[in-house]
């Protein structure tokens, strides 16, 4: 009898998912595209858009390409984001200016210290393709996130600084630039004891920043006369304190910095794109913790309809995972990942990724999710948003009485993509 109730049961069970899984893709299958084929994303209010990925993905360049193409295409996109700091953003927005290779392979190199799987060859080739649809287009190019490299920020203060004379804390900055192979990573990571000049090298650079700001702040009545902009100087000077500081939080941080740009740029006045991690880009809170984007609704500098986040997913594909050294520090070569390096595998995986599998149209298929009573808007349903582990644990925490569409708009989904590869191999 108990076996007898306990078949009906999964029965039942089966036939509920069944049923649920019929109508969502139903739906996907309506509301999907080939990106290759069609970029066209239903904007309406928006101004802003982030596109958000797991990192270390090839194709995943490719799909940014073609969205940021469509809205070039449509003369709307204004602003670009990227996941860096705002001299290192200046200095990609140079080589846009002047289509300097070798800059932009040290852009790179400095980048990936903070988002080391794009250290690679082919955000360097999306660059590459960028750079003179972003040139004739006027496309701006910044950065509201925390320093990783000190390196484009020392050049910053340096280069805001028109009257050089009689400062001689501001030479000590000039004679670290003109070093060579100076290491330039905020927070090097140290695993071996081979590695300890990069630990002195690291104590001495913060010494010399410390010294500067503290003469600058000691005299600046002084200084500010010889500073060409003095509001971007101190921004950067700001941000150089809160990495020589205690540790603050990363989002309040990347908001904080947004404001102050958004005055400076006047950002309303076109269309803004963010290529972050995923994280960033969700619209409500995770684990409890309130994310850039979220922070940009509930500060009510937009509102939830004006901010549209697209999520990568990736399927039999995989991720660059692991950049290996020599204990003397030299390259050696590198690993890649699929599986748990793509949350879409049995022991790590998106609740509910089997349906745009099911749907998808090529290569970079594009789902349109937040569809007037679409099956992505029930309360409670976080599909494609929840990272589900072994034993049903989640990665993630997510708010109550809200769905999917509260978090994501767009879902693309990669498929076959190689790993990137490191930007040593390119120097090979």
Known sequence: MKSTILFILLCFVCLQNISFGQDKNEYLKNNSFDLYQKQSLQLN????????????????????????????????????????????????????????????????EQYGAGVPQEKSIETYNKWVKLQPIFKSCKVQILGADKISSFKYPVQ?????????????????????????????????????KA?????????????????????????????EMKISDTAIFNHIISNLKKELGPYSPREPRILSNYVFLKKQYDLDGAMQFFRYGVFHIMKEKINGRSTFFNQLIENDLYKKEEVLSIQGFLTKSRVLWEIKKDKRTNYVGFTTKGGVGIA?????????????????????????????????????????????????????????DKNTTDY????????????NRPLEELKK
């Open 195 to 223: 590695e300890w000049f990069a630990r002195k090298n690291n104590a001495f650079l913060k010494k010399q920043l410390r010294d500067f700001i503290k003469d600058y702040e000691e005299k600046k009545t002084t200084y």
């Open 344 to 400: 879409d595998y049995w022991l790590e995986y998106y609740k509910g990724i089997k349906h745009l599998k099911r749907n998808k149209k090529s290569n970079i298929t594009c789902y349109f999710l937040n569809g007037k009573n679409g099956p992505y808007k029930k309360e409670n349903t976080f599909e494609l948003v929840e990272i589900k582990k072994l034993f049903g644990r989640n990665f993630w925490n997510l708010e109550r």
């Open 156 to 192: 910053d203060v340096v280069s805001l600084v028109s009257d050089k004379s009689n400062w001689p804390k501001l030479d000590s900055l000039n004679q670290l630039l003109s070093k060579d192979g100076m290491k330039w990573i905020v927070n090097p990571q140290i695993k071996n």
């Open 408 to 419: 994501i708009d767009y879902a693309i989904l990669i498929s076959n993509s190689k790993a």
């Open 45 to 108: 209010k928006t101004k802003v858009i982030g596109f958000g990925a797991l990192h270390g993905s090839s194709e995943t360049e490719t799909a940014e390409i073609l969205l940021l193409k469509d809205l070039m295409k449509k003369h709307i996109l204004g602003f670009y984001f990227i996941e860096t700091d705002f001299s290192t953003a200046k200095g990609f927005q140079k080589f846009i200016e002047t289509g300097d290779k070798n800059l932009l392979l040290d852009l790179i």
